[in-house]
T-cell receptor
Framework: AQSVTQPDIHITVSEGASLELRCNYS??????LFWYVQSPGQGLQLLLK??????LVQGIKGFEAEFKRSQSSFNLRKPSVHWSDAAEYFC???????????FGKGTSLLVTP | IAGITQAPTSQILAAGRRMTLRCTQD?????MYWYRQDLGLGLRLIHY???????GKGEVPDGYSVSRANTDDFPLTLASAVPSQTSVYFC????????????FGPGTRLTVL
């Protein structure tokens, strides 16, 4: 079954520093991959998605992610983090149950001054 | 306002009681989903519906039931609530097809005592 692993439970970065959140997937074919962000007490918002084509995808809020088939990875990056980026980040892959998604367990991002 | 609404926002429920969480979308999406979010476990799929009149079981369906009488509504029912069903519940919808973005509601925080 398709699955994703987010190795880092918590990450702390300084404001203005670069960010990379890791995501590894398990899937037989080319997966549909997503990154979502959840601010405290809120629902999930889509940051970006990969289906096919260019392996570097751009998203909202200055985020980007790169699909690397050889490494089974879909890491999320941002060149310069803002305090408002503090949130929970979820990587997801298309699931077998209808059109649902399998989510990773999330990475909590803390941004320090 | 386009999107997904969920009700109630939060609820405290005695064990053994019946509870229905409501979800309504106005985007005319064919597919709808229910997830539960628990600390350290990410989001797990409870039930899904690919189109009105059909439903399917997700990863953690036990103790929950759903119905999809029309396109817009997808209620989730706990027939006899247990404390392990204490969680935050998210409803989501998407156009048909695994490549499509899922839109999430704001969530319902349920506490079963």
């Amino acid at each position: 079954a398709q699955s994703v692993t987010q190795p880092d439970i918590h990450i702390t970065v300084s404001e203005g520093a670069s960010l990379e959140l890791r995501c590894n997937y398990s899937y037989g074919a080319t997966p549909y991959l997503f990154w979502y962000v959840q601010s405290p007490g809120q629902g999930l918002q889509l940051l970006l998605k990969y289906f096919s084509g260019d392996t570097l995808v751009q998203g909202i809020k200055g985020f980007e992610a790169e699909f690397k088939r050889s490494q089974s990875s879909f890491n999320l990056r941002k060149p310069s983090v803002h305090w408002s980026d503090a949130a929970e980040y979820f990587c997801a892959v298309g699931a077998n149950s209808g059109y649902a998604l399998n989510f990773g367990k999330g990475t909590s991002l803390l941004v320090t001054p | 306002i386009a999107g997904i609404t969920q009700a109630p926002t939060s609820q405290i429920l005695a064990a053994g009681r019946r509870m229905t969480l409501r979800c309504t979308q106005d985007m005319r999406h064919n597919a709808m989903y229910w997830y539960r979010q628990d600390l350290g476990l990410g989001l797990r799929l409870i039930h899904y519906s690919n189109t009105a009149g059909t439903t399917g079981k997700g990863e953690v369906p036990d103790g929950y039931s759903v119905s999809r009488a029309n396109t817009d509504d997808f209620p989730l029912t706990l027939a006899s609530a247990v404390p392990s069903q204490t969680s935050v519940y998210f409803c989501a919808s998407s156009e048909s097809g695994g490549s499509n973005e899922q839109f999430f509601g704001p969530g319902t925080r349920l506490t079963v005592l």
